[in-house]
């Protein structure tokens, strides 16, 4: 395929009629078309340029590209795809027009290059604007500056006239021009003079914006006299005027009332957010590669991730012993090294702007901490106050309490959620609050140890609550077990879940009402406050009672705003010890136990997303699996009015998609509940794998949509010697359950089994929302093919997801937003597409992809929620059979052009 052409007017479609000058619409066929590579694209006016450039490596042609955008000048280190200058597109119409986007390319299109080269872009554009716009104001102001001295000067030289209130000056009355001989303003005080007096001593209504205001704004409309003073009583003669310059008995003082110095305008920050740190310094390796590399940036991470100091690092709490430090240096004591010296980091040149490291990367600030002694996490925050565009965690966007920490204010600023597909859920939990009864006695015990303290008068009240909280949630626990009955069950689960009227009115026992929080707020800030101020004997306040608290109040306070989006839980489990409950050779012996909590739950994820909705300048939602797009517009109670769905910049004849309903033996295949249970179900899949094994070379992923399921499955091959057969064949893994070491682990051996020529590739089996579904990188031989089993739906039995399911049915109609089972099944397939979305990860790669369930055949919209790369590529097989000899002929074609 040949790369260098640029799209034509044809391809990019119709120039926006909003007189931007964005493209509003592009035709991006997969891949580039033909020609010589550009540095020049006047995308505006469909102009090009063609000029020959240096030799292409992977992808696109690298190396100083040029494109305007909606008025935009762009520089792009390679020649952009059709989808990335759509992207482009979309950002600069949100940014210019203060508007939201969704924003969908799929991975390994370059998405994150083409969000930081148009937002970066336009950053530079408009401060050069604005300082454009500064220093034409700050020469008219220094022209107005020179024009007032000049008048000043006038009206000192004036004579003094000395007249007694009580009688009038004796003599004619004063000339109609009483200006001194020798004075430099001519008699005749022509009209252009006194309008320039006037307009150096007082304000205009028309530009007030740096001007001081007249304190009697019903006095500015008066005439004035030919001396451009206001006459008093309406009287515009000369001698009024004289007479009440005279009447003060001392010489005239000239009104000093000019334009207020202007000041240089900045643009508007851009909040740069990933899921996770790992993501920012994949972003930052972007950045560099790019013209904007030089510019102001910060990012904002957590002590675990950038705290230096050796004791502690190796401490359980981070932020607490690092706060206890502080306060001892706060009194006098030793303290942090690393912390006071904080600014000789943030402060270092290599940091600033067109340095060697202006764009830099956390391990960057940890390594020239180590050098200065200067805290990184400190220093990252003080950078963050004049970057340009800061990174940071996007549950640091949306969490109320990270932000008041982190002094984040999104007023007015640029807002990116890049892999943003997870946003409703983390805005649901940044919003709520859970706390068992075990930790709320932690935390009030914390809090007592300062009760009497000086300084501590508002602890009772806060503790009163939280004892409330603990004695309603116990005595709740014992009423619903007891009403429910006992259950001879390992999945034990008691609850009360209240709404509307029930809720308030349990809060109001527990001593919260509306009235009250704003006063409890205050009591907690005084207290934090006061524990900040390093005067209660060396104690502080632990970090944890302190969160755990502020997340309350924030739940409380969105509670009393959107009663109707809450719901007041009491929840009791059983809980067992024992590690051995899903060990294939038995349960083993596990100890019970019963753990009561206490929630908030919210239930619209719109309650905590309407505060950067509301003030943030323009918030863009991007990812490579936002599809179906329309819940997010609803689920956040945002317009979102540009949105993208681009293609894939990978040729079909690079992939292969198929859904299957059947499998080798011909038995159905959909995997509901029911039918999961079934040996014939259980069987056909563990074939499926095998065979698809054989034929795919390197890397295999296979993806369920639980934990239980795919261990269930697992069991029943070790028991008929299948999972003997495929490790045979390939070594097989697992995705392990919340063990970081042991996850890091796996996918230590599974790369090194690629990597190794002697063996013939690796199946990994994970399971989606997990971690090797959601971001990890596997291009290339690391997954030539995925297999997808099922569609994986949240739990059904889950009790926060039927009250959702419930919540949107009642409010469909009302707020517009999805039924419940649309939501459901929403969550489903966006699910499902980033599991899909593991294996093309750049133009040149190739991989099949099998989606396995009759479900894909027999319900058409279930296609259409698929992303759209992969829905527009989908072919339904008649049988396995089929999909095998289809899959062969595939991966032979493929190795054979490499």
């Not at 963050?384 to 600023?413: G, H, M, Q, V, W």
């Not at 070379?697 to 999972?723: C, E, I, N």
């Not at 599991?835 to 790669?845: A, N, S």
């Amino acid at each position: 395929m040949n790369e260098s052409a640029v799209p034509t007017q044809t391809d990019l479609g119709s120039r926006s009629q909003e007189g931007t000058g964005a493209i509003s619409s592009y035709s991006d066929d997969s891949g580039i078309n033909s020609g010589e590579p550009l540095t020049s694209i006047e995308v505006d006016n469909h102009k090009t340029e063609s000029k020959p450039f240096q030799k292409k490596t992977r992808g696109n042609v690298r190396g100083k590209h040029s494109i305007c955008i909606g008025g935009v000048k762009l520089e792009t280190p390679f020649k952009p795809y059709p989808s990335q200058i759509s992207l482009m597109s979309g950002v600069i119409q949100a940014i210019k027009g203060s508007k939201n986007a969704l924003l969908e390319s799929p991975t390994g299109s370059g998405k994150t290059m083409a969000l930081l080269c148009s937002s970066l872009g336009w950053s530079e554009q408009e401060r050069e604007t604005l300082k454009k716009k500064y220093e034409r104001e700050i020469k008219e102001w220094e022209q107005g500056k020179e024009l007032s001295d000049q008048d000043t000067n006038f009206a000192n030289n004036l004579p003094e006239i000395h007249v007694s209130k009580e009688e009038p000056a004796p003599g004619p009355p004063p000339p109609p021009n009483p200006v001194p001989s020798n004075s430099k303003i001519p008699a005749s005080h022509p009209e252009s003079f006194k309008k320039n007096l006037q307009d150096a001593m007082f304000c205009d209504d028309d530009d007030d914006e740096f001007q001081t205001k007249d304190p009697d704004p019903n006095n500015r409309k008066r005439k004035l006299d030919e001396f451009g003073f206001h006459a008093r009583n309406g009287n515009n003669s000369s001698a009024n005027s004289m007479n009440y310059i005279a009447s003060a008995s001392v010489k005239s003082e000239p009104r000093k009332v000019r334009k207020a110095k202007p000041k240089m305008q900045t643009p508007p920050k851009i909040y740069f957010g990933t899921r996770t740190h790992k993501q920012i310094t994949q972003v930052v390796n972007e950045l560099k590669r790019t013209k904007y590399r030089n510019g102001r940036m910060s990012i904002l991470s957590s002590r675990e991730q950038s705290c230096l100091h050796p004791k502690v690092r190796k401490g359980p709490n981070k932020a607490e012993e690092c706060r206890k430090l502080i306060t001892q240096e706060l009194s006098g004591g030793f303290g942090c090294n690393f912390h006071r010296n904080f600014k000789q980091l943030s402060l270092n040149r290599h940091f600033k702007r067109n340095a060697s490291q202006a764009t830099w990367d956390i391990e960057d600030l940890m390594s020239a901490g180590k050098k200065v002694i200067g805290c990184p996490f400190y220093a990252a925050r003080d950078l963050a106050e004049d970057a340009e565009i800061i990174f940071c965690p996007y549950n640091y966007l949306l969490d109320p309490n990270i932000r008041k920490a982190l002094s984040i204010d999104l007023t007015d600023e640029v807002v990116i959620f890049d892999e943003g597909h997870n946003i409703e859920d983390i805005a649901r939990d940044a919003s709520s609050f859970s706390a068992t009864t075990e930790e709320l006695h932690k935390l009030k015990e914390n809090f007592e140890s300062f009760e009497s303290l000086p300084g501590y008068s508002d602890m009772p009240k806060l503790l009163v609550i939280i004892q409330n909280i603990i004695n309603h949630a116990d005595v709740t626990a014992e009423q619903i077990v007891l009403k429910k009955g006992s259950r001879n069950s390992r999945f034990e689960n008691y609850n009360e879940i209240l709404q509307g009227k029930e809720a308030i009115l349990v809060l109001d026992k527990v001593g919260v009402t509306k009235s009250t929080l704003p006063i409890l707020i205050e009591s907690f800030e005084n207290v934090c406050n006061e524990s900040k101020s390093g005067e209660s004997f060396g104690m502080e306040l632990n970090t944890v009672a302190v969160s755990q608290y502020q997340a309350l109040l924030g739940s409380l306070d969105l509670f009393f705003k959107y009663p109707t989006d809450f719901r007041v839980v009491v929840e009791t489990q059983a809980q067992y010890t024992s590690q051995a409950r899903f060990n294939r050779n038995g349960l083993g012996h596990a100890q019970k136990e019963m753990v009561t909590s206490f929630s908030l739950w919210c239930l619209n994820p719109a309650a905590g997303f309407h505060y950067i909705n509301d003030v943030a300048r323009s918030v863009i939602l991007t990812s490579g699996t936002l599809s179906p797009l329309n819940t997010f517009a609803s689920e956040l109670g945002a317009d979102f009015q540009i949105r993208r769905e681009a293609n894939h910049v990978v040729p079909p004849s690079q992939t292969m998609i198929r859904s299957l309903a059947r499998g080798p033996a011909g038995h159905p295949l959909c995997a509901t509940y029911k039918n999961v249970d079934t040996f014939n179900f259980q069987d056909e899949i563990g074939n499926i794998v095998i065979e698809c094994c054989k034929v795919v070379p390197y890397g295999v992923l296979v993806f369920f949509p639980s934990y239980s399921m795919m261990d269930k499955l697992q069991q029943r091959w070790a028991h008929t010697g299948a999972w003997d057969v495929l490790q045979e064949i390939k070594p097989a893994l697992t995705e392990p359950r919340k063990d970081k070491d042991k996850f890091e682990e796996t996918m230590s051996d599974y790369f090194k089994f690629i990597d190794d020529p002697k063996i013939k590739g690796a199946v990994l089996f994970a399971v989606a929302r997990g971690k090797i579904s959601e971001g990890i990188d596997f291009a290339d031989n690391y997954a030539r093919a995925i297999i997808s089993v099922g569609i994986p739906f949240p739990n059904w039995g889950d009790f926060q997801v039927v009250e959702k399911r419930n919540f949107n049915d009642v409010y469909k109609i009302q707020r517009g937003l999805l039924s419940g089972s649309a939501w459901y099944e929403s969550q489903a397939f966006r699910a499902l597409n980033q599991g899909l979305g593991r294996c093309i990860r750049h133009k040149d790669d190739w991989g099949a992809v099998i989606v396995v369930d009759s479900r894909f055949q027999s319900k058409p919209t279930y296609t259409g929620m698929l992303s759209k790369w992969v829905r527009e590529r989908l072919r339904h097989s008649r049988s396995f059979d089929e999909i095998l000899h289809e899959l062969k002929e595939f991966t032979e074609t493929q190795e054979n052009a490499q």
